[in-house]
Nanobody, 124 residues
Framework: QVQLVESGGGLVQAGGSLRLSCAAS????????MGWFRQAPGKEREFVAA????????LYADSVKGRFTISRDNAKNTVYLQMNSLKPEDTDVYYC?????????????????WGQGTQVTVSS
């Protein structure tokens, strides 16, 4: 069982930056690939970024590539999402998720554990 708690969301102006954190419980954190997703009301959960258990491989949605960076610190059981050059269209609730898959999938249905979400609002 893995429990996830996100933090770091908030209100920022367009062009600004935020760093999201996701703290995980349990001793198996490094064996899980981690992903970040986002979701607006009435829309399907959208893949943002993912990282393998070792941190050696990352994957990004085209919409955030070059602006967002996912990383993890296995000693702290934490995964991060550094978001730069934020745009109003990045406004969403952001969720972190964990999967036992070795290569992190883009599909949210393949993730086993989810955090409660953190709101990111980018004003124009």
């Amino acid at each position: 069982q893995v429990q996830l708690v996100e933090s770091g969301g908030g209100l920022v102006q367009a062009g600004g930056s935020l760093r999201l954190s996701c703290a995980a419980s349990g001793r198996t954190f490094s064996s899980h690939s981690m992903g970040w997703f986002r979701q607006a009301p009435g829309k399907e959960r959208e893949f943002v970024a993912a990282i393998t258990g070792s941190g050696g491989n990352t994957l990004y949605a085209d919409s955030v590539k070059g602006r967002f960076t996912i990383s993890r610190d296995n000693a702290k059981n934490t995964v991060y999402l550094q978001m730069n050059s934020l745009k109003p269209e990045d406004t969403d609730v952001y969720y972190c998720a964990a999967t036992g898959a070795l290569l992190p999938p883009r599909s949210y249905v393949r993730y086993d554990y989810w955090g409660q979400g953190t709101q990111v609002t980018v004003s124009s």
